[in-house]
């Protein structure tokens, strides 16, 4: 390999890496300018925000009994 090549090669081979480096420092730049502009609108045009209550819902006792009843049947046939 001849060394005009090799320093071609590594000439791109930096060009690109620049290239991918200065874009991301302009994406980094970008969305902390637009968090601070959404900020700024959330302050400006606050949304309302509507309260969800909930109800726990409660499991009957018997359920969980067949269950376990369903499971050891289940089992004891398979051995037996």
């Known amino acids: 390999m001849s060394d005009g090549t090799l320093s071609n090669g590594l000439t791109l081979l930096g060009m690109g890496m620049g290239f991918v480096l200065s874009f991301l420092i ?3 730049f970008a969305m902390f300018v637009m968090s601070k ?4 609108l959330n302050r400006v045009f606050p949304e309302a925000v509507e309260e969800v209550k909930t109800v726990a819902k409660k499991a009957a006792v018997g359920i969980d009994e ?10 004891a046939r398979k051995r037996g």
Do not use: K, T
């Not at 502009?37 to 700024?40: L, R």
């Not at 067949?66 to 089992?75: G, T």
């Open 26 to 28: 302009i994406l980094i």
């Open 37 to 40: 502009v959404v900020g700024f």
């Open 66 to 75: 067949a269950i376990a009843l369903a499971i050891a049947a289940s089992i």
